[in-house]
Structure formats: structure tokens, C-alpha cells
């Protein structure tokens, strides 16, 4: 079947399996930054933003993507321009192996859009979706707390 | 090995009754969270049923009326799930899974499937939900009725139309979920209703989910309380009961007996909360 959406902005049509995950084809359409974890809906690494709202998307049908607008993070700033929340995770030392990163990334940003003034506890559970075997988590925190301060203009 | 034929977005209920009705390969899609990952190599065609406008959450004509397909993050982000019955739905919504595959999940999936995460059923139990179900006719049932309804659970061809509760009642609802990480699966889930007349209790209901076969009320405990003047000892007495009264299962979430164990050591910390709310206090 073929489906058509809006991926980081631009009009997409891709073909597709009936039961494939949203995951699957988003990788093979060349966005890397949408990682293969546990592929059980658990990890948070595959995390996009579908329509706004942040999801696994290893358990979503790839089908449910027909209309909808996908933000991955070759959607957020690039590498020779970072965005503000890119740049607090790299301040504040939020990223060590990366893998968990662009999930945390997206996470966060549907976070902010909501709430630009989140407090500690609604961090954490904006954030309770991704797994980090690295940073221990405090540092993500911080940097989404720095990211949302400099967003207000506060720094 | 998955058969996938088919992934279609039915344009009406009745549209996507027939397809169901039509062929027993046919399944129902929703938030697809537990779908996506069925091996069940019968099933070739997926209805996707999130298309047709039964996602909402009001009250109207005595009820609170929620569509099938709203999912649990915005139950969990309503207004009238904050505030009705002590805000039992929100507590319950927010501890189903993790904010992500909240987006997703839907109230019909979780409340139409018995499975170790439908951290939803005994909160709708204790409110005594009732679900529409439509098949080319529209039919109430209510939900305590619907678990013990295997016949409908194995048949296809029809869906949840809608899920209603009765907005009149003024009591507090009380849910807890014990669970060994804040998102993994349920050890074992009650939830608590009471209403307050006079000093007594008045339409007392409690229920359990995921640490027994079924999802149900415990109306062997209800009855203990109905009518009667709180105290330690009788809610020691229901939580006993309720504890004597359901069957548990064993699992690597924990065995039959830690979850009989924790069953009276819920219910009477969730009695007490609900009756300590209902004085204005907190337990």
C-alpha cells in the first residue's frame, strides 16, 4: 500500500507493507536518526513525533502515518547548526554513546512546545519513555531544564 | 510468521462492523500497541478503527460519555477525568505504561482485552462503566458483564461504540497499582469507590485486575461495607475478604499468594483514602 505524510516538513510518499512499523520505514527511507532498540514499545529510542505527540515508533502501523506529519531528529536543528535544546544536551554533558539521544531529543521537545516552563517532576515524566545506560538521566534533566530556561530568554 | 493482507481505514462504524463481520481473518486496529505485535498468522486483514470521530470525552444526558478510540493521554489530560470521582480516572491513566505509549493506547483497547496491562479496568469496574457495543445494533452491557461475556469476547464482528458512566454520583474513587518499576506491568491493580450518607457507606464498590484471571468487582467485600459506619475493623474485614474471595495467578510479576497478600493490604489502604477523602482529609 502506499501512504503520503509530511516528514521534518516535506511531502513524502512511500510504499509500504500492510503490518509494517513506522520504525522500519522511516529507516529505510534513510532516517538514521530514528534508532532500532527493543522494538517492544520500551526503549524510547525510536521515539518521533507523530502529529505532535512523541511515540514509540517500533509499535506504531506505518499505516497510521497516512496523513499524519512526522518530526524525526534530522528534523530538529543539523550539526553545523544546532538548536538550543541540542546544545543544552552537549552544555550539560547529557550525552555520552548518543544512541539514546535523538529519542530523548524529541521527547523533550514536544515537552517544551506544551510547557515552556516544565519543573523538575514534569521532566522526569516527559522523559519517562527513554532509556539512558549511560548518563544516569541527571544530566538529560538538567539539559532540558537549561534548554527550557534559555528558551524563555532567562540565559 | 504474520499474514498481513490488508490495513484499511473503515469511513464508518458500520463500514467497519461489516469488514469485521465479513471475514474471521479480520481484526480490529486502535492504538495498535498490542496488535502490532500479535503473530496470530489468521489474521489478514487490520480495520483501522481511529478514523471515525470516536475520540471524545463529555458529559451529556447524565453520562460522561468517552469514544473508543480517545487514547489514554488524553483521558489523562481531560478536565472531567481530573475531577470526577476523586479523579480516579487520571490516576489510573497515568499508570498505564509510559507517557508514550500512552499517546497511543486507547480506553476501547484497554478496556475490551484482558491482558497484564490494561491498567484501566478496574478504575472503569469501580465506576461502574458500561460499554456500548454496536454490531448493526446498538447494545448496553455493562462492563462487570461484559468479562464474564465469553461468548461476545470470542465473537467478531462488532465494536465498542461507546463508554459511558453515570456522571450523578458524587462518591470517591481511590485506584493503586503495584507494579516494580512505575512503568512496567501490573503486580496487581485495585480500585475503590465510596459514597457518604450520614455517616455510613453508601454504594460501596471495589475491584481488582491483573493479579487474577479476570478483572472483576468483589462483591463479596462490597456487601461488608454497604450501609455501614467506617472503622479499622471493617475495612480489615472487607480487605480480608476481598483477599478470601479472588482467585490469583502466578507469574514472573510475582506469585498467587504475594498477590492475595497485597490484595488485602491494597484495598484497605485504598478504603481508607477514599473514606479520609470523602471527610476532606487525606489518609
Known amino acids: ?155 | 510468521m504474520k499474514n498481513i493482507r490488508s490495513y484499511i481505514f473503515p469511513k464508518t462504524v458500520e463500514e467497519a462492523v461489516d469488514a469485521l463481520a465479513l471475514s474471521s481473518s479480520a481484526r480490529i486496529v486502535a492504538g495498535g500497541t498490542t496488535m502490532v505485535f500479535s503473530k496470530d498468522a489468521r489474521v489478514e486483514t487490520l480495520v483501522d478503527i481511529t478514523r471515525l470521530d470516536l475520540s471524545y470525552i463529555k458529559e451529556e444526558d447524565g453520562f460522561i460519555k468517552i469514544g473508543p478510540t480517545t487514547t489514554v493521554a488524553d483521558l489523562l489530560r481531560s478536565p472531567i477525568a481530573a475531577k470526577f470521582g476523586g479523579g480516579i480516572l487520571a490516576e489510573a491513566s497515568k499508570r498505564v505504561a509510559g507517557s508514550h505509549i500512552r499517546e497511543l493506547a486507547t480506553i476501547g483497547g484497554d478496556l475490551a482485552i484482558t491482558l497484564p496491562w490494561c491498567d484501566l479496568q478496574p478504575a472503569f469496574l469501580a465506576l461502574d462503566a458500561e460499554l456500548v457495543i454496536y454490531d448493526g445494533e446498538e447494545k448496553n452491557i455493562s462492563l462487570a458483564d461484559y468479562y464474564n461475556d465469553r461468548e461476545l469476547m470470542k465473537r467478531s464482528g462488532w465494536l465498542i461504540k461507546e463508554i459511558r458512566i453515570l456522571s450523578d454520583q458524587k462518591g470517591i474513587g481511590v485506584f493503586e497499582k503495584v507494579s516494580r518499576t512505575k512503568i512496567d506491568y501490573s503486580t496487581l491493580d485495585i480500585a475503590v469507590y465510596l459514597e457518604k450518607e450520614g455517616g455510613v457507606i453508601r454504594s460501596p464498590r471495589i475491584a481488582a485486575g491483573c493479579a487474577v484471571p479476570m478483572p472483576r468487582r468483589i462483591g463479596e467485600a462490597e456487601k461488608i461495607l454497604d450501609g455501614q459506619v467506617p472503622g479499622p475493623e471493617l475495612f480489615e474485614k472487607a480487605a480480608k475478604t476481598a483477599k478470601n474471595s479472588l482467585r490469583t495467578v502466578t507469574n514472573l510479576r510475582g506469585t498467587a499468594a504475594y498477590r492475595s497478600h497485597l490484595i488485602e493490604i491494597v484495598t484497605r489502604r485504598c478504603l481508607e483514602k477514599a473514606w479520609a477523602a470523602l471527610n476532606g482529609q487525606e489518609a
Do not use: H, W
Open chain 1, 1 to 155: 500500500m502506499e501512504i503520503s505524510c509530511i516528514v521534518n516538513g516535506e511531502k513524502k510518499q512511500f510504499k509500504i507493507e500492510p503490518d509494517e512499523t513506522l520504525l522500519n520505514i522511516l529507516r529505510r527511507e534513510g532516517y538514521l536518526g530514528v534508532k532500532r532498540g527493543c522494538e517492544e514499545g520500551n526503549c524510547g529510542v525510536c521515539t518521533v513525533l507523530m502529529n505532535g505527540r512523541p511515540v514509540n515508533s517500533c509499535v506504531v502501523f506505518g499505516a497510521k502515518a497516512d496523513g499524519a506529519e512526522i518530526i524525526t531528529v534530522e528534523g530538529l536543528g543539523t550539526p553545523e547548526n544546532l538548536n538550543t535544546l541540542q546544545e543544552a544536551f552537549l552544555d550539560e554533558g547529557a550525552v555520552q554513546c548518543g544512541f539514546c539521544t535523538p529519542g530523548f531529543l524529541l521527547s523533550a521537545t514536544a515537552l517544551l512546545k506544551e510547557n515552556p516552563e516544565p519543573s523538575r517532576e514534569e521532566v522526569i515524566e516527559a522523559l519517562d519513555s527513554n532509556y539512558c545506560r549511560c548518563t544516569g538521566y541527571v544530566k538529560p534533566i538538567n539539559a532540558v531544564l537549561a534548554a527550557a530556561r534559555k528558551m524563555r530568554g532567562e540565559e
